[in-house]
C-alpha cells in the first residue's frame, strides 16, 4: 500500500485502544485492591498507614472518574496515551506495595497485570519500556518500603530466600508475560493483516474479472459489425478505385475499423496506467465522492473557500473517495433538503464539513458514532428517513476508518444555530461532521506530478 496513507502493519494501525474498556478493567483492579486492604486490616488485623494507602487509592479514583466524565465513550487512545496511562497504574500499583510490606505482600504479583495487558494491545518498544519500569520498581519495594504490623505492633516478616524468591518470580513473570502475550497479539494480528490483505486481492480480483468479462462481451457483440464495415468499406475502396476523391474516404473506413477491433483488443491488457488519473483536484474528488448522491431529492452545495493558496491536487484513492461518499450518503438520507459539503485549506491543513439540515445526531450515540453496531445513528424516536433499513452504524465505522487511515481527523457534531460560513447564514440543527487533515498527507505536488506521469505504451 501506498506509505502515505499507513500500510496494514502492527506499528502503523490507527489508535485502536478503547479508553472505556481500559476504565472498565481499571475500576475492577483498584476494587480489588480496596477490598485486599479492607480485607488485611479488619479480618487479619495488618496495621499500616491509612491515611497514605487513601491517598494512594483516591489518586487511582480521580483518575478513573476523569477518564470516564472528561472523554467520549468511544475514545481511542494512541500508543503513547495508552503507555502513559499503565505507567500510572504501576507506578500506583507499586507506591501502594511500598506502604503495604513491599515484595513480602502476595498481592505484589498483580504488578504483572498492567505489562500484560500493554503486551497485547501496544508496540513492542512501549511494552519493553513498561517492563523495565516494573522491573526497577519491584526492585526498589523489594529492598526499601514499610513492613505491615499486626494489632499488637508485630512486624510480619518473612524469611529472606521467600523474599528472594518472590521476586524472582515477579521479574520473570513479568518478562515471559511481556514476551510471550507480544508474540501471540503480533501473529494474531498479523493474521489479520494476511486476511484483509487476501480480501483486497480478491476485491481487486473480481473486478478485473467483471471488468474483463466486460471487454469480452463488447468485444464479441461488436466483432460482428466491425467486420461487415470492413468488408463493405474494402469493397467500396475497390469500386471507387476510378473516384481519387472518394476513394481515401473508404480507405479511412477500413482503417478506422481495424483501429476499433486493435482498441477492444488492448482493452483488457495490464499496465496501462495513467499516473495522472491517481490526482485530481479538490473539487473533482468531492464531486466524485457525491456524484451517486446528488439526484435523490435533496440539494448538495459544494463551496470551496481557498483563501490565498490554490485550490490543492490530491491522491485520488479509494478510501478518501469511498469514505467520503458513506459521510455523504449519511447526510442525504437525513437531510430535510439541503446538504452542505464546505471545503477550505491553508498551506498547511486542509478542512471538509458535512453539514446537512435534518434532526441531527441522537444524544444517545453522539458520542459512540463512528463504532459498529451502536444501532440507527440518529434519535430512534424520530421517524424512519431510510424505509426498510435498520442502521447498525457499520457504514460510519467504514468511512471513519478508511479516512483515518488517510490521516484525516474526524468530529461528529451537531449544529446549533446560524452557521455563518454557509452562504445566507442558516440556522440550523442537523449533523456535521468534521474532517482536517495535514496538507502533506494527501496533496501532490503539481509539478511533481507531471513529471511523474509516464507515457502510455502503444
Not at 491509612?50 to 465513550?73: D, E, H, K, N, Q
Not at 469493397?235 to 483501429?259: I, T
Not at 431510510?386 to 452504524?393: D, E, K, Q, T, V
Amino acid at each position: 500500500m501506498d506509505p502515505t496513507f499507513g500500510e496494514i502493519t502492527q506499528d502503523n494501525r490507527t489508535e485502536w485502544v478503547r479508553l472505556r474498556t481500559l476504565t472498565y478493567v481499571r475500576i475492577v483492579a483498584l476494587s480489588g485492591q480496596i477490598a485486599a486492604l479492607v480485607a488485611g486490616q479488619l479480618a487479619f488485623g495488618l496495621r499500616f498507614d491509612t491515611g497514605l494507602v487513601a491517598l494512594v487509592v483516591g489518586a487511582a479514583g480521580i483518575s478513573i472518574l476523569l477518564s470516564l466524565f472528561l472523554y467520549p465513550p468511544a475514545k481511542r487512545l494512541s500508543d503513547t496515551e495508552a503507555s502513559l496511562t499503565f505507567l500510572f497504574d504501576i507506578a500506583q500499583l507499586s507506591f501502594l506495595l511500598y506502604l503495604t510490606g513491599g515484595i513480602t505482600n502476595p498481592f505484589a504479583l498483580l504488578v504483572m497485570a498492567p505489562v500484560a495487558v500493554a503486551a497485547m494491545a501496544l508496540r513492542s518498544r512501549s511494552t519493553l519500556l513498561l517492563s523495565i519500569v516494573a522491573i526497577a520498581l519491584i526492585t526498589l519495594v523489594s529492598v526499601s518500603y514499610r513492613p505491615l504490623r499486626f494489632a499488637d505492633g508485630t512486624v510480619l516478616d518473612v524469611a529472606p530466600i521467600l523474599t528472594f524468591g518472590h521476586w524472582a518470580a515477579i521479574v520473570i513473570g513479568i518478562a515471559f508475560q511481556a514476551f510471550y502475550a507480544q508474540r501471540v497479539a503480533a501473529e494474531a494480528n498479523s493474521m489479520a493483516d494476511a486476511l484483509l490483505a487476501a480480501q483486497m486481492a480478491l476485491s481487486r480480483e473480481q473486478k478485473l474479472t467483471d471488468l474483463g468479462g466486460v471487454v469480452a462481451a463488447t468485444a464479441h457483440e461488436l466483432g460482428t459489425p466491425l467486420a461487415t464495415i470492413k468488408l463493405v468499406s474494402a469493397e467500396l475502396v475497390e469500386e471507387l478505385a476510378d473516384r481519387p476523391d472518394l476513394v481515401e474516404d473508404a480507405r479511412l473506413l477500413v482503417q478506422e475499423a481495424d483501429r476499433c477491433r486493435t482498441i477492444l483488443h488492448s482493452m483488457g491488457r495490464s499496465g496501462k496506467d495513467d499516473t495522472m488519473m491517481r490526482r485530481a483536484p479538490l473539487e473533482a474528488v468531492l464531486q466524485e465522492a457525491a456524484e451517486p448522491h446528488l439526484d435523490r431529492g435533496k440539494r448538495v452545495h459544494f463551496l470551496l473557500k481557498s483563501g490565498d493558496d490554490p485550490q490543492p491536487l490530491i491522491q485520488r484513492r479509494p478510501e478518501l473517495v469511498h469514505g467520503l461518499r458513506n459521510l455523504v450518503q449519511n447526510a442525504v438520507d437525513f437531510a430535510a433538503s439541503e446538504v452542505w459539503v464546505d471545503a477550505s485549506w491553508t498551506a498547511q491543513t486542509l478542512r471538509i464539513r458535512i453539514i446537512d439540515d435534518g434532526p441531527g445526531f441522537s444524544p444517545q450515540v453522539l458520542g459512540s458514532i463512528g463504532e459498529p453496531f451502536i444501532g440507527r445513528g440518529r434519535d430512534p424516536n424520530r421517524p424512519k428517513r431510510r424505509p426498510g433499513y435498520a442502521g447498525m452504524g457499520l457504514g460510519m465505522f467504514i468511512a471513519k476508518t478508511l479516512l483515518e487511515r488517510t490521516g484525516a481527523r474526524l468530529e461528529f457534531l451537531n449544529c446549533d444555530g446560524a452557521i455563518k460560513t454557509l452562504p445566507g447564514s442558516p440556522v440550523l440543527h442537523g449533523a456535521m461532521v468534521d474532517l482536517t487533515w495535514p496538507l502533506a498527507r494527501i496533496a501532490v505536488d503539481r509539478a511533481e506530478a507531471l513529471a511523474q506521469n509516464l507515457p502510455v505504451d502503444r
